[in-house]
Structures are given as structure tokens and as C-alpha cells.
């Protein structure tokens, strides 16, 4: 049974930290690319970033120089280390983990930044 757990989210003021983890269990953890995706209220689930399972990273504009996500495949675990929020990342943030066709989610996690 493939699990993805999100933990981290919460509230915290603009100009702020958080780090989401996301816990992968089921599956080869490795040989799996992951990605971090969030959902703003009314709008579509967007991808923030991705690992390749070779560790090659990749960032939406909004982002970068902001957020910074890696993985511990001895753990299986994917992290996202958010820096400098705004308001405008306020979301439910996903993990996802990919390979080929093969697509699993987890539940997500809420952030919100606010004063």
C-alpha cells in the first residue's frame, strides 16, 4: 500500500519560515521522482517543484531563490524548505511521486501566510 504523508504546514506571518516533509512508504523510493504541488481556493493544483530521482531540482518562477526542496532516499523522505513566504503561498501543498505513468499523492498539508 503506496502512502505520501505531508506534516509541517500551519500559519506564519509573511517574511517567514516553514518546512513540509512529506513521508513516502509502499513504494521504491529511489527509482521514484517527487514534486511538491500546491492548490489555492478556486484554483488549479500547480506544481512549485520537482527532484528527479537523480536529485536534479527544478522550480516555478515564484519560487525561486525562495524555496529550496531535497530528499533522503535512505529515509524516504522529500522536503520542501520555505523561505521569505507571502501571502500569495497561501495553499494546501501536496507531495506527489512519479514515475512513468504512474502518479501517487498524498493528503496535503495547509499553509497560510498572514499577518
Known amino acids: 500500500q503506496v502512502q505520501l504523508v505531508e506534516s509541517g504546514g500551519g500559519l506564519v506571518q509573511p517574511g517567514g519560515s516553514l518546512r513540509l516533509s512529506c513521508a513516502a512508504s509502499?513504494?521504491?523510493?529511489?527509482?521514484?521522482?517527487m514534486a511538491w504541488y500546491r492548490q489555492a481556493p478556486g484554483m488549479e493544483r500547480d506544481c512549485v517543484t520537482q527532484?528527479?530521482?537523480?536529485?536534479?531540482?527544478t522550480y516555478t518562477n515564484s519560487v525561486k531563490g525562495r524555496f529550496t526542496t531535497s530528499r533522503d532516499n535512505a529515509k524516504k523522505m522529500m522536503y520542501l524548505q520555505m523561505n521569505n513566504l507571502k501571502p500569495e503561498d497561501t495553499a494546501v501543498y501536496y507531495c506527489?511521486?512519479?514515475?512513468?505513468?504512474?502518479?501517487?499523492w498524498g493528503q496535503g498539508t495547509q499553509v497560510t501566510v498572514s499577518s
Open positions: 506527489k511521486a512519479y514515475r512513468g505513468w504512474t502518479n501517487y
Open positions: 509502499g513504494i521504491p523510493f529511489s527509482a521514484y521522482g
Open positions: 527532484i528527479t530521482s537523480g536529485h536534479t531540482t
